[in-house]
């Protein structure tokens, strides 16, 4: 009988965990608390021997590097618009840069086809017992796993589940960070660009229509602080 393995999380590191486990035998079986497999977010860069390996042996680094964005470089920037500092693309983009909702698609496709996949459902419960983890769910009927993985990030639901609120684990720093995607209506070049604003506000900026902007910010809320507003554009080359 084979071992039956949980994985919590359906974004990057569940899909690819998946995958390895129903390469070697395992069970695998993924929950996503999204109603389907969710796209959007920042690009994820690979370097070095060891990421490409890795990615060549799962047999998906052709399909990345054919996703890949290129890079693009960085220049921040002062109030005036006069650059402070520069990154060529080969610095910041690794040896292949895809965007995280066409990883996480290239991800999932790969392990489906040793892979059950649990969409608009999460854990509730987990009870150890004799013979394994009996785990309830929010929607679907308890089940029993050999082990349980938890691959749902920052604010995980099975590190609560398993050793208490997220408060006694966590200590927040006081900023937050968002990105979220623009056209490009001021027809931007490719790049990015910086802008730390000593205590005013985000500023954003739209990006390409063939490569959606990509705009990250981070904020205090705590007050005579610096709030750093980083707008970043990008387009396929």
Sequence with gaps: MSTKVLISGASIAGPALAYWLGRYGFETTVVELAP???????????????????????????????????GSPITFI???????????????????EVPRGELAQVLYQRSLPR??????DSITA?????????????????????????????????????????????????????????????????????LNVPGGLPRSAPTTATRPGRVPSSSSPRPNSVTTAMTWHSRRR
């Design 36 to 70: 389907a497999l969710r796209g959007g977010g920042q690009a994820v860069d690979f370097r070095g021997e060891t990421h490409l390996t890795v990615l060549e042996r799962m047999g998906v680094l052709d399909e990345l590097r054919a996703l890949d964005t290129g």
């Design 78 to 96: 002062d109030g005036r618009g006069r650059q402070l500092l520069h990154l060529p693309a080969d610095f910041a983009g690794g040896d292949v």
């Design 115 to 120: 892979t059950e996949y649990l969409f608009d």
């Design 126 to 194: 987990l009870e150890e017992t004799p013979t394994g983890i009996r785990v309830a769910f929010r929607q679907g009927a308890p089940r029993e796993f050999d082990l349980v993985i938890g691959a749902d990030g920052l604010h995980s639901n099975i590190r609560r589940l398993a050793f208490g609120p997220e408060e006694h684990y966590v200590r927040h720093l006081g900023y937050y960070a968002a990105t979220w995607q623009l056209p490009n209506y001021l027809d931007l070049p490719p790049g990015s660009v910086g």
